[in-house]
């Protein structure tokens, strides 16, 4: 998988979803990985404000994704939301 920029956490959720979708597992197989409801990896894939840190990272590592920080690259807005 290549590098995937996220600045939102619907974008983040989205890369969630796509992952999850490739890996062919539903919400509730996540949720499994995760010990969490399906309700919740559906907020998480949904970018909802309630969405905690911790839930974020369980699904990271359920998915086999890190999450990487670095400075901000000072491309077009458009050009980050192409890529979704």
Known sequence: ?????ARS???LGTVIRRVRKKRTLTQGQLGELMSVRQATVSK????????QLQTLL???AALDLE???RERTKGQLGDIEDLF
Do not use: P
């Open 44 to 51: 998480l894939e949904k970018g909802a404000k309630s969405a």
């Open 67 to 69: 999450l990487v920080v």
């Open 1 to 5: 998988m290549a590098d995937t920029i």
């Open 9 to 11: 956490a619907q974008q």
């Open 58 to 60: 369980d699904a990271l």
